[in-house]
């Protein structure tokens, strides 16, 4: 099959018209413009999206458009609705969140699952995705060890697949069992991905063992002070030589110069989530900073209980609107390259391929239309298309949603449709 578009995006400042050849679920030619069996015409064909943080099995609504409680009080109400919903309830949640993302583009999740309750919902969709198993234990005591194993070593198709751990953040992962874990993940090449300075109380916790996070821990009838650490947890990280390109910093809300520094010397990513960030009302995420200093940024959503929707576009435009100073052909790259580029660091590209449209990688591609309107003086196609509608998405060359008119991000323009 062939399919052709006036705007490749090959992970560059400029696009630039050809066609791609697939065949058998892969990339195997790319041509200059001609006949093609699909020809998109004013379109911008990329990598499928790639949401690089998100918690399917919390795919229910927000309560509110932004939440004004304590950060706090809110992780107790997750907890609090993860228990209400019981097993049926949050497979179903996961089940919706699925759809959800296939219909917006997404050809990809990193999953935070704790208990396993969206594994079968996924298995039964066409989504890739690697699979982190969440891990909390307050106590030195991992009781959970058996089970993570056998997760971990579980059959699984490796062309969708990728198993991965969790350990969930500084404050809810003893240091001790936070070692195991990443010792683990070590030898057994296994990702890691942790939430990390997602709360400005974290450092005073860690440092000093008081503030809110002492509180917090306090509700569990846990002791703050088994979580000193007497500096943060990435500077920690560097002083234990743990901080390695095998991990994801999730959310970094907080993160220092020093810190990000730190970040880019390792080849650790930093995982963005613009709208569960602007719920939670927080302050400017370091992201642009990040950038500058070589950390390599990512977007994810977070779960649809703070983000309120699972569009990589909607937050590619929250991620526009938040940070201006980053270029359109860097926030396109943090939802399709980057994510691929770091799974190849970490020695399993075969699940997504490069993200720059080569020869071999899966045939995982969406399309977005790019509006008709008159661009602002300099405006690049990639900027534009910042403002398009999904129009057609594929997952290892099979069309996995088309959209007509009424789609899920917004009805395209007259005309945008091919």
């Not at 004004?68 to 009080?73: A, H, I, L, S």
Request: a negative charge; charged letters at 25%; glycine letters at 8%.
């Amino acid at each position: 099959m062939k399919i052709a578009a006036d705007h490749l995006f090959f992970g560059e400042s400029e696009t630039r018209a050809g066609r791609i050849v697939i065949e058998n679920g892969l990339i195997v030619d790319l041509l200059e413009p001609g006949e093609s069996d699909l020809d998109l015409g004013n379109a911008l064909l990329c990598s499928g999206f790639v949401n690089a943080h998100i918690h399917l099995d919390l795919s229910i609504p927000p309560a509110k458009d932004h939440t004004p409680e304590d950060f706090g009080n809110w992780l107790g109400k997750v907890v609090e609705s993860r228990r209400s919903l019981g097993p049926k309830g949050l497979s179903e949640a996961a089940a919706r969140g699925i759809e959800e993302c296939m219909a917006s583009g997404t050809t990809a999740v990193f999953d935070i699952d704790p208990s396993g309750h969206s594994l079968q919902p996924l298995e039964n969709s066409d989504l890739k995705r690697v699979i982190f198993r969440e891990v909390i234990s307050l106590t030195d005591e991992f009781e959970d060890q058996k089970s993570l194993l056998d997760f971990l070593g579980a059959d699984f198709d490796p062309k969708k697949e990728l198993r991965a751990i969790s350990p969930h953040s500084p404050y809810t992962v003893s240091p001790m069992v936070m070692d195991r874990l990443l010792d683990l993940s070590k030898t057994l090449e296994k990702p890691w991905a942790i939430h990390v300075a997602e709360s400005e109380w974290e450092e005073e916790l860690l440092t000093s063992t008081s503030g809110p996070g002492a509180d917090f821990l306090r509700q569990f009838e846990t002791d703050p002070a088994a979580f000193h650490r007497g500096t943060s947890f990435i500077q920690s990280l560097v002083n234990q030589k743990k901080l390695s390109q095998l991990g994801l910093v999730i959310h970094g809300n907080h993160c220092s110069d020093e810190e990000l520094d730190q970040m880019a010397k390792s080849g650790v990513p930093l995982v963005w989530c613009p709208s569960s960030h602007q719920y939670f009302r927080r302050p400017p995420h370091p992201a642009p900073e990040a950038h500058l200093k070589g950390v390599k940024v990512l977007l994810g959503t977070d779960g649809l209980i703070s983000c309120g929707h699972l569009s990589m576009l909607q937050e590619l435009r929250h991620a526009r609107a938040a940070a201006k100073e980053i270029s359109a052909h860097e926030l396109w790259s943090m939802v399709t390259v980057n994510p691929r580029s770091w799974l190849n660091e970490c020695g399993h590209g075969e699940l997504l391929g490069s993200g720059r449209l080569e020869v071999g990688d899966p045939a995982d591609l969406v399309a977005i239309t790019i509006p008709k309107k008159t661009p602002a003086k300099n405006e690049s196609v990639l900027e534009t298309a910042l403002q398009g509608s999904l129009l057609a998405c594929w997952i290892d060359g099979r069309v996995t949603n088309s959209l007509a008119p009424n789609g899920p991000d917004q009805t395209p323009s007259e005309g945008d449709a091919p």
